[in-house]
Structure formats: C-alpha cells, structure tokens
C-alpha cells in the first residue's frame, strides 16, 4: 500500500514511540528508593499518567492559558506524591524527577524504522511533549526528526484541531499530505477529522500486561501495522 | 575556549550555513534559461535577495502581520523579475523558481562541522527562513539539526527581540546557555542584546567576489572562527 501524495508522517510519541510507562516507573524508583521510600513503581507511573488528559483539559477548554507539558508534568507530580503520602522532596529530586520524562527509551523497532521512513518522507513528531522534552528523547534515542512539531509550536494541545493544523501548516503542506501515526485511535480519528491519513500502530504493552485499551483499530484507518518496521513496508520504504 | 554553561548553538542559516548567492543564481539559471532569457545570474540573486530586509522590516514594525519568508520572496521575485524586465512567466515556473531557496548547498565546511558540534551541544537553525525551507535544506545538505527554530515558530523576524528569545524559551534554556552563530555582525548584535552568546563564522564570499561587510568581528564575540571546524575545535568537540 502506498498513500497518494503524503510528503509527511507525523507521530504520536507517549506510547507510540517511547514506553513511557516502564521509563517512568524506573525513573521514579531511582529518584525515591534511594531516600528510602518504597511504592508500587508502575503503580506510580499510571498515577502520574492519568493526570495529563485532566490537566491538558483545562488548557483545551481555555479555563487556562497554554503552558508546556513540563509545567503540566511538574504539578502532576506533586499531586502524585501527595497520593503515595511522600511528602519532603528537595526541589532538586522533584526537578529532576520531573525530567524523567526527557528520558523514556523507544520501543525496540522506533528508531530503526524512522530511519527507514526518513528516505522517503519527512519525519516530525506531533506530541503534546513540549520541543526540549521532544529534542532530550530524540538525542538519547536516536529519533531523527526533521522538525519538532505539535503542541509547544501550536499552542494547543492534542485533539484540538489547531494542534495538527498548525503543524501541516508550518509544514506548507495540506492536512491530505499528512499521516498521523499512532497507537490511539482517538488521536487518530481527530487527525483524521482535519484532513490528516491515519496510520494506527497498535502499542498493546504501554498500559503494561492488563492492558484494555486500543488493542484494535476502532475505524478504517489508511493504514494498520504491527510495528515502525511493518509500517515503512506498508508505505513502500 | 570553551563557553561555560552552553548547552545549545542557534544558527543563522542564509550566508552562515548556506551559499544562498551562488545557489539563487543557479536556480534563476536553470528555470530562465532554458526559456531563452539571459540575465547577470548573480545580479539577479542580489536583486532579490536585496527586498528581503525591507519586506520583513514591514512586519518587524507591524504594519503586517507576520507571515512566512516563503511568501515574502515569491513577492520579492515578483519584483526583481519586472526590474529585470521579464514578464509572462506561467505561475508554475514561479512557484518552482520561489523554492530555490529550499534547493541552497551549504558552506563545504558546513555539514561535517554541525556533526562534530552535536556531539556536545543541542543545534538549531535561529534563522528567518520558514519550517519547512529549513527542512529542505537540511535533508538536502545534512545538515543534523535538533530542531527547527527562527523566525516561523517565534512569529518574529531577526532582529526583533522575540525571534531569540522565543527561540531560547523552546529550548527551555536562558539566553545566556545559547550561542547565537552567525556571518553578520548584526545578528550577533541582536542576540547579545537579549543575552545570547555569540559566535562569529566569517563568509568572505557571501556577496561574491567584491563583499566589503561582515569581514571582521565588529565586536569582541565570545567566539571567532574561520569556518564550523574550527569552531568544534574552539568549543572544545
């Protein structure tokens, strides 16, 4: 299969692209175990994580102007900790802790199927990650974008419409020259509500084991594959 | 030298990373040419090249509102081409002649300096050149940028304050941890107003032959270097 005119593949990257879950579960055990303080690490992460769609909210309903998801993440975190009773973190670990999340690793097939993807399209990742959070996790992980786009650069965070929008735009492309690849199908049915092609690469482990959710693709996406690897197949890489 | 606390270099793209002077020549060349008009090439390139300061200064002083660089040439070749005298040309021929300045080489220096330089610090072009031309020109000429920043994302034309420091604040850095590299005195000027540190890569050869300005450091910059090898040599890569 190949997709008529797309020039672009912009990405999801939490979940997509990197495991967040197990990266911040380790993250946060190697901030806080060391001051003695034992949790249930994934159990933390889900916690944390959970906040960010609350959080992200209120910037989408306009109830606050938009700040980036590191502001986001920071106060997350200590509404987190205050759930787990810790309580007392110097504001060096609560930084650093925060910056766990500029340091998640890809999933094993990412990196080796962008640079697939790159020789025949140009790459950005549309994250509601800010532009440094995106730059950290592309430098470790050896991401090569072509442009951090998405939320930071749109002022809007992801499904607003302005968030994939702005990025076709900066792109000088159409939205029809655009595929959002991701292992949500939300964002993908609001990529494809603006005109974006649709590529869901489903991620069954981000949750961890139990996982429920966006197993299957919920629409007729343009493209379904199992990994970034199936997907430069796909799109005749 | 080394610059303490530095983690990201900015750079000016137009004259200090790529040859725009010979590369506009060329393009003129090849899309006029062959339709049996003869002109001064260079002449040509710096006739159009010459519209770029006042049209942006048109939105610098915000009797516009912002847009692109790319729309800012199609209507200074519109000009150059009625001073030169060649009318009639289909929209086609246009619009592809309007994206040479997507088709620039880099300086010889360039691409393997930038290579060097990103083992240590995180690279930006900080240039006025839209998203999407600074990604062509980088899959072009390799040119292994972190991110895109500059005049698009910031909403603001160099030297206007907001283009560096919006820049800065995607970075999630104080000015004082970016180098602002650049041919032109004047861009330095401008960055070091705002707190930037300053590199400064002559390009004797911009103008061509006959260049009189930006041959020397017009202040004491952080840095001086002959080209970007030598500026990976003096920041210690």
Redesign the interface.
């Known amino acids: 299969m190949t997709l008529h005119g797309v020039e672009a593949l912009c990405f999801d990257v939490f979940g997509t692209v990197v495991d967040w879950r197990s990266g911040v579960a380790r993250e946060a055990e190697a901030a806080l175990a060391p001051r003695g303080i034992g949790l249930d690490w994934p159990a933390f992460a889900d916690d944390w994580r959970a906040r960010y769609q609350p959080a992200m909210e209120e910037v989408r309903a306009g109830r606050r102007p938009f700040v980036?998801l590191?502001v986001l993440h920071r106060e997350n975190l200590e509404a987190t900790l205050a759930d787990f009773g810790v309580t007392g973190l110097p504001e060096a670990v609560l930084a650093d802790l925060n910056l766990g999340w500029h340091r998640l690793d890809p999933w094993p097939d990412a990196a080796a199927g962008l640079a697939r993807l790159r020789r025949s399209f140009?790459l950005a990742p549309l994250s509601n990650g800010?532009?440094?959070l995106?730059?950290d996790l592309?430098?470790r992980g050896g991401l090569p974008?072509?442009?951090?786009l998405g939320a930071?650069?749109a002022r809007a965070y992801k499904p607003s419409p302005e968030a994939y929008l702005r990025s076709a735009e900066?792109?000088?492309?159409p939205p029809s020259a655009c595929v959002m690849v991701a292992a949500h199908n939300g964002d993908l049915a609001a990529a494809r509500a603006v005109g974006f092609r649709t590529a869901f690469v489903p991620r069954p482990l981000e949750h961890g084991p139990g996982q429920t959710s966006d197993l299957e693709p919920a629409e007729a996406w343009d493209v379904v594959a199992r990994d970034f690897g199936e997907l430069a197949e796909r799109l005749g890489c």
């Open positions: 980036k590191d140009i800010n532009v440094r995106m730059v592309a430098r974008w072509d442009a951090i930071e650069v900066l792109l000088d492309l």
